[in-house]
């Protein structure tokens, strides 16, 4: 109940916020697309909030987005990859049958907190994801995002389409996860990168390197979203948008972000490096 009770507190703050930049509506995943992980609805966030990053349908060039976004700012790309495979095989019974068995790493969602621990993916679906309370500490919350066995894991990931804009002399390594609403990773910085959402929606909050945000380093980004972001004055508001599946978040080296699922939710990160 403690759970609910803060997601729904955090949909009605949510709500209140203008939508200065509020984007049109795209293609979302009609109820029987969403792969078995939108099982229980009302734990969902409603609110996606603003959006103040660009948006591009397939017609971004690769020299336009190497000038105007690869070294200076996020861009949200659609269209450019076909993932519709790897989306099905994603889908909750398939990863089931696929690799129910399996043990995957969970890890603190959290900059200053290296716990590990190792389930196999059923007892993580049972056990592990569920909403994310509100008084939860970054150091107390498992998330399976980022520790990922590529050799077990290789025969999904061979599957997937990643963007085909790669920056000069980088190659890309995959970052596979699944978490629950209200889950997410708090403020932290590292290299350029793509984020797509498979099933799901996925808020991201962003900051330029030279500009630093004010976060607890134990607390998560629910108390963030909750207790902060209201009180921020409109020049330390952060870059921001929601993205859903089918579209990819382009970041570039360095910025801040963080993360808020705003559904149970899929997701793949490349690495640029």
């Excluded at 030279?210 to 998560?220: L, S, V």
């Excluded at 508001?237 to 382009?250: A, D, H, N, S």
Aim: aromatic letters at 16%.
């Amino acid at each position: 109940m403690a759970s609910y009770c803060a997601l729904l507190k955090l949909s009605v703050l949510l709500a209140s916020v203008p939508a200065t930049w509020q984007r049109g509506d795209t293609e979302d995943a009609p109820a029987s697309r969403d792969g078995g992980w939108l099982s229980d609805t009302d734990s969902s966030l409603d609110d996606e909030g603003p959006c103040n990053i660009d948006i591009w349908d397939r017609s971004l060039t690769y020299a336009d987005f190497i000038e105007k976004y690869a070294y200076s700012r996020p861009v949200i790309l659609r269209g450019l990859s076909d993932n519709t495979k790897f989306q099905f095989l994603c889908s909750k019974s398939s990863l089931l049958q696929q690799y129910g068995h399996r043990l995957v790493r969970l890890s603190t969602a959290n900059t200053y907190s290296y716990r590990k621990v190792d389930v196999s993916f059923r007892e993580f679906l049972t056990h592990f994801l569920r909403p994310q309370s509100l008084d939860t500490l970054g150091s107390d919350t498992l998330y399976f995002f980022g520790d990922n066995n590529f050799t077990e894991w290789q025969s999904l990931f061979a599957h997937y389409r990643p963007p085909p804009y790669v920056l000069p002399h980088t190659s890309g390594a995959y970052s596979f996860g699944i978490a629950g609403p209200g889950t997410g990773v708090p403020f932290h910085w590292h290299g350029p990168g793509y984020s797509e959402v498979i099933y799901g929606r996925k808020r991201w909050f962003l900051y330029p390197p030279e500009k630093q945000p004010h976060f607890h380093p134990n607390r998560t980004t629910l108390s963030w979203v909750m207790e902060s972001y209201p009180e921020l004055p409109p020049d330390e508001k952060p870059v921001e948008c929601t993205i859903r599946p089918g579209e990819v978040l382009y970041f570039p080296d360095r910025w801040w972000h963080a993360t808020l699922n705003l559904d149970t939710g899929v997701f793949i990160s490349t690495f640029l490096g």
